[in-house]
């Protein structure tokens, strides 16, 4: 069965700086998906980045980005230049590929508050 | 679009009563899903839909059922609620043929049973 973990049950970075989330995850597939969720206090969760495993460049998206190894089973995310607005829970999640059936497991989630 | 709706927004039971959660996205997504989020945990599957007609078991099922009206409304129903159950409860949705696989989230629902 695979299995996601986040060490960092919270973190605190200023504003401006950048910090890293970590995340490892156990599967024995060789395709599958990786995603970072934000849940900030609203409770909505929103899609802040997706890898997939086939590729080897690592996903960005704006100030956010991922560093993924395969081999290590490892997929880190970057939060460059944070802002306030970047204060929230996040979920690391996998997916296997293919399939109608296939489900996201989660983490159990950083708290990342940014800092004035 | 108004995405994956998710109604009640909070809701307090008493143990042995039951509810359904109403969930409905406009997205003509196929697959549908339930989750529950409880403190220190990650979300953990309840049920879910991979297409209309379709239903499945996730990781904790057990004290739930569920219902796949039509393409757009996934219901998850409490046949008789226990405090176990209290937990912020999302739905989702996902096209499978849609690059990424990116699972949509509703706002969630709050349920407090006493």
């Known amino acids: 069965a695979q299995t996601v973990t986040q060490s960092q049950p919270e973190m605190s970075v200023q504003e401006a700086e950048t910090v890293t989330l970590s995340c490892t995850y156990d599967?024995?597939?060789?395709?599958?998906?990786l995603f970072w969720y934000k849940q900030p206090p609203s409770r909505q969760m929103i899609l802040v980045i997706r890898?997939?495993?086939?590729?080897?460049q690592n996903a960005t998206e704006n100030r956010f980005s991922v560093n993924f190894q395969k081999a290590a089973k490892s997929f880190s995310l970057k939060i460059s230049d944070s802002q306030l607005g970047d204060t929230a829970m996040y979920f690391c999640a996998f997916m296997n590929y293919g399939g109608a059936t296939n489900k996201l497991i989660f983490g159990t989630g950083t708290l990342l508050a940014v800092q004035p | 679009n108004a995405g994956v709706t998710q109604t009640p927004k909070f809701q307090v039971l008493k143990t042995g009563q039951s509810m359904t959660l109403q969930c409905a996205q406009d997205m003509n997504h196929n697959s549908m899903y339930w989750y529950r989020q409880d403190p220190g945990m990650g979300l953990r599957l309840i049920y879910y839909s991979a297409s209309e007609g379709t239903t499945d078991k996730g990781e904790v099922p057990n004290g739930y059922n569920v219902s796949r009206l039509n393409k757009r409304e996934f219901s998850l129903r409490l046949e008789s609620a226990a405090p176990s159950q209290t937990s912020v409860y999302f739905c989702?949705?996902?096209?499978?043929?849609?690059?990424?696989?990116?699972?949509?989230f509703g706002p969630g629902t709050r349920l407090l049973v006493l």
């Open positions: 890898q997939e495993a086939y590729k080897q």
């Open positions: 989702a949705s996902r096209n499978p043929v849609e690059a990424g696989e990116t699972q949509y």
């Open positions: 599967t024995s597939e060789n395709n599958y998906y």
